[in-house]
Protein backbone atom coordinates (compact mmCIF):
# COMPACT_ATOMS: atom_id res chain seq x y z
CA UNK A 1 0.00 0.00 0.00
CA UNK A 2 2.45 2.55 -1.06
CA UNK A 3 1.23 5.40 -2.83
CA UNK A 4 -0.31 8.97 -2.21
CA UNK A 5 -0.82 9.12 1.12
CA UNK A 6 1.63 6.63 2.44
CA UNK A 7 5.66 6.34 2.08
CA UNK A 8 7.91 3.43 2.33
CA UNK A 9 10.11 4.52 5.88
CA UNK A 10 14.06 6.12 4.26
CA UNK A 11 16.90 4.26 6.31
CA UNK A 12 17.30 6.71 9.14
CA UNK A 13 13.78 5.20 10.32
CA UNK A 14 13.83 1.97 9.91
CA UNK A 15 14.40 0.83 13.46
CA UNK A 16 11.29 2.64 14.35
CA UNK A 17 9.13 1.31 11.78
CA UNK A 18 7.30 -2.28 12.39
CA UNK A 19 8.03 -4.39 9.80
CA UNK A 20 4.81 -4.34 7.08
CA UNK A 21 3.99 -0.79 7.90
CA UNK A 22 4.52 2.32 6.18
CA UNK A 23 4.16 5.99 7.26
CA UNK A 24 1.05 7.43 6.51
CA UNK A 25 0.98 11.06 5.54
CA UNK A 26 -1.70 12.61 7.21
CA UNK A 27 -2.88 11.13 10.70
CA UNK A 28 -5.29 8.96 9.36
CA UNK A 29 -8.84 8.29 11.31
CA UNK A 30 -9.98 4.48 12.13
CA UNK A 31 -12.59 3.46 13.47
CA UNK A 32 -15.43 0.82 13.74
CA UNK A 33 -18.85 2.69 13.50
CA UNK A 34 -20.24 5.69 14.02
CA UNK A 35 -17.80 8.87 16.68
CA UNK A 36 -19.82 9.02 19.61
CA UNK A 37 -20.66 12.55 20.53
CA UNK A 38 -19.43 12.91 24.72
CA UNK A 39 -18.96 16.68 26.10
CA UNK A 40 -16.78 17.20 28.86
CA UNK A 41 -18.72 17.98 31.59
CA UNK A 42 -21.14 14.79 30.66
CA UNK A 43 -17.54 12.57 30.46
CA UNK A 44 -17.16 9.78 33.07
CA UNK A 45 -14.71 6.94 33.61
CA UNK A 46 -15.75 4.53 35.86
CA UNK A 47 -13.56 1.28 37.18
CA UNK A 48 -15.32 -1.67 38.41
CA UNK A 49 -13.99 -5.74 38.55
CA UNK A 50 -11.12 -6.86 40.65
CA UNK A 51 -11.18 -3.20 41.95
CA UNK A 52 -12.86 -0.86 44.40
CA UNK A 53 -15.11 0.41 41.93
CA UNK A 54 -14.87 4.42 41.61
CA UNK A 55 -16.10 7.02 39.00
CA UNK A 56 -13.78 9.73 37.70
CA UNK A 57 -14.92 13.54 36.06
CA UNK A 58 -13.32 15.66 33.85
CA UNK A 59 -12.26 17.65 36.94
CA UNK A 60 -10.93 14.58 38.65
CA UNK A 61 -8.52 13.94 35.90
CA UNK A 62 -7.36 17.32 35.42
CA UNK A 63 -6.50 17.38 38.95
CA UNK A 64 -4.08 14.82 37.99
CA UNK A 65 -0.80 15.46 37.16
CA UNK A 66 -0.18 16.31 33.09
CA UNK A 67 2.50 15.43 30.94
CA UNK A 68 3.08 15.82 27.34
CA UNK A 69 4.45 12.74 25.39
CA UNK A 70 5.47 12.11 21.82
CA UNK A 71 4.58 8.66 20.51
CA UNK A 72 4.67 6.33 17.90
CA UNK A 73 1.47 5.36 16.11
CA UNK A 74 1.25 2.11 14.45
CA UNK A 75 -1.97 0.46 13.15
CA UNK A 76 -2.37 -2.95 12.33
CA UNK A 77 -4.03 -2.02 8.92
CA UNK A 78 -0.16 -1.10 7.96
CA UNK A 79 0.31 2.35 8.24
CA UNK A 80 2.30 4.23 10.61
CA UNK A 81 2.58 7.44 12.20
CA UNK A 82 5.96 8.87 14.35
CA UNK A 83 6.38 11.84 16.40
CA UNK A 84 2.93 12.20 17.58
CA UNK A 85 2.45 14.79 20.32
CA UNK A 86 0.14 14.25 23.16
CA UNK A 87 -0.81 15.82 26.56
CA UNK A 88 -2.56 13.63 29.64
CA UNK A 89 -2.08 11.42 32.39
CA UNK A 90 0.33 8.63 32.94
CA UNK A 91 -1.40 5.49 33.80
CA UNK A 92 0.78 4.64 36.37
CA UNK A 93 -0.39 7.66 37.87
CA UNK A 94 -4.08 7.74 37.60
CA UNK A 95 -3.42 3.71 39.03
CA UNK A 96 -2.40 5.65 42.37
CA UNK A 97 -6.38 6.72 42.28
CA UNK A 98 -7.67 3.65 42.67
CA UNK A 99 -7.13 0.21 44.70
CA UNK A 100 -6.85 -3.12 42.45
CA UNK A 101 -6.75 -6.25 44.11
CA UNK A 102 -4.03 -7.60 43.67
CA UNK A 103 -5.26 -10.83 41.44
CA UNK A 104 -5.96 -8.70 38.94
CA UNK A 105 -4.06 -9.91 35.62
CA UNK A 106 -5.84 -8.32 32.77
CA UNK A 107 -8.34 -5.62 32.15
CA UNK A 108 -11.00 -5.22 29.69
CA UNK A 109 -11.23 -1.04 28.39
CA UNK A 110 -14.02 0.16 27.69
CA UNK A 111 -15.46 2.54 25.57
CA UNK A 112 -18.73 5.14 24.66
CA UNK A 113 -20.45 3.60 21.26
CA UNK A 114 -19.70 0.11 22.77
CA UNK A 115 -15.88 -0.58 21.67
CA UNK A 116 -13.76 -2.63 23.83
CA UNK A 117 -10.23 -4.16 23.78
CA UNK A 118 -8.47 -6.16 25.97
CA UNK A 119 -4.77 -5.49 27.60
CA UNK A 120 -2.63 -7.56 30.29
CA UNK A 121 -1.91 -5.40 33.54
CA UNK A 122 1.92 -5.71 32.63
CA UNK A 123 1.24 -3.96 29.53
CA UNK A 124 -1.12 -1.78 31.05
CA UNK A 125 0.72 -0.45 33.97
CA UNK A 126 3.56 1.01 31.45
CA UNK A 127 5.47 4.19 32.25
CA UNK A 128 4.78 5.32 28.73
CA UNK A 129 1.15 4.43 28.71
CA UNK A 130 -1.57 7.54 29.17
CA UNK A 131 -4.62 8.55 28.87
CA UNK A 132 -4.76 11.81 26.33
CA UNK A 133 -7.18 14.78 26.19
CA UNK A 134 -5.16 17.23 23.63
CA UNK A 135 -3.21 15.87 20.17
CA UNK A 136 -1.06 18.40 18.60
CA UNK A 137 -1.70 21.45 20.64
CA UNK A 138 -5.95 21.36 20.32
CA UNK A 139 -8.64 19.25 22.37
CA UNK A 140 -8.20 16.06 21.14
CA UNK A 141 -10.76 16.02 18.24
CA UNK A 142 -13.84 13.27 18.26
CA UNK A 143 -12.92 11.32 15.51
CA UNK A 144 -9.81 10.50 17.26
CA UNK A 145 -11.06 10.28 20.83
CA UNK A 146 -12.08 12.89 22.34
CA UNK A 147 -12.45 13.88 25.08
CA UNK A 148 -10.52 11.27 26.00
CA UNK A 149 -8.49 8.20 24.79
CA UNK A 150 -5.98 5.71 26.34
CA UNK A 151 -2.33 5.60 24.23
CA UNK A 152 -0.46 2.39 24.58
CA UNK A 153 2.31 3.33 21.75
CA UNK A 154 4.34 -0.27 22.31
CA UNK A 155 1.43 -2.33 21.21
CA UNK A 156 -0.84 -1.77 17.84
CA UNK A 157 -3.40 1.15 18.13
CA UNK A 158 -6.08 -0.36 18.75
CA UNK A 159 -5.37 -1.51 22.05
CA UNK A 160 -5.54 2.06 22.60
CA UNK A 161 -8.96 2.73 23.42
CA UNK A 162 -10.75 6.37 21.90
CA UNK A 163 -13.69 8.00 23.96
CA UNK A 164 -12.71 5.41 27.12
CA UNK A 165 -15.17 5.55 29.69
CA UNK A 166 -14.30 2.01 31.60
CA UNK A 167 -11.58 0.03 33.06
CA UNK A 168 -12.93 -3.35 33.99
CA UNK A 169 -10.28 -5.34 36.22
CA UNK A 170 -10.14 -8.83 35.46
CA UNK A 171 -8.03 -12.17 37.12
CA UNK A 172 -8.05 -14.00 33.54
CA UNK A 173 -7.82 -13.09 29.68
CA UNK A 174 -11.30 -11.70 28.20
CA UNK A 175 -11.04 -10.79 24.19
CA UNK A 176 -12.50 -8.06 23.09
CA UNK A 177 -14.14 -6.47 20.00
CA UNK A 178 -11.28 -7.18 17.01
CA UNK A 179 -9.52 -9.49 19.40
CA UNK A 180 -12.87 -11.86 18.96
CA UNK A 181 -12.80 -11.08 15.40
CA UNK A 182 -9.82 -12.92 14.56
CA UNK A 183 -6.97 -10.14 15.88
CA UNK A 184 -4.18 -11.01 18.54
CA UNK A 185 -4.81 -11.18 22.12
CA UNK A 186 -1.66 -8.74 22.63
CA UNK A 187 -0.76 -6.92 19.03
CA UNK A 188 3.24 -6.09 19.50
CA UNK A 189 4.05 -4.29 16.37
CA UNK A 190 7.42 -5.09 15.85
CA UNK A 191 6.50 -9.03 16.53
CA UNK A 192 3.85 -8.74 13.57
CA UNK A 193 1.29 -10.39 16.45
CA UNK A 194 -1.56 -9.17 13.84
CA UNK A 195 -3.73 -12.46 13.73
CA UNK A 196 -4.82 -14.79 16.11
CA UNK A 197 -3.48 -17.99 15.64
CA UNK A 198 -6.82 -19.77 16.09
CA UNK A 199 -8.34 -18.45 12.88
N1 LIG B 1 -13.56 3.22 20.75
C1 LIG B 1 -12.76 2.90 19.73
N2 LIG B 1 -11.43 2.95 19.91
C2 LIG B 1 -10.59 2.62 18.89
C3 LIG B 1 -11.09 2.19 17.65
C4 LIG B 1 -12.50 2.13 17.48
O1 LIG B 1 -13.03 1.77 16.41
N3 LIG B 1 -13.30 2.51 18.55
N4 LIG B 1 -10.22 1.85 16.64
C5 LIG B 1 -8.87 1.45 17.03
C6 LIG B 1 -7.95 1.35 15.92
S1 LIG B 1 -8.06 -0.02 14.95
C7 LIG B 1 -6.98 2.27 15.71
S2 LIG B 1 -5.80 2.10 14.49
C8 LIG B 1 -6.93 3.52 16.48
C9 LIG B 1 -7.07 4.67 15.50
O2 LIG B 1 -6.97 5.90 16.15
P1 LIG B 1 -7.19 7.21 15.30
O3 LIG B 1 -8.54 7.12 14.64
O4 LIG B 1 -7.04 8.33 16.26
O5 LIG B 1 -6.10 7.21 14.24
O6 LIG B 1 -7.95 3.62 17.45
C10 LIG B 1 -8.30 2.42 18.09
N5 LIG B 1 -9.26 2.70 19.12
MO1 LIG C 1 -6.13 0.03 13.64
Given at each position: MVGKFFQKPGADLQDRVPPGQHLAKGFPVLTYGETPSVDRESWELKVWGLATPKTFTWQDLMAMPQHEFTADFHCVTTWSKLDVQWVGVKVIDFMQQIEVDPAASHLMQHCYGGYTTNIAMADFLREENFLAHTLFGEPLPADHGGPLRLV????????????INGLEFLDRMELGFWERNGYHHRGEPFAEERYSSRF
Open positions: VPHLYAWKSAKW
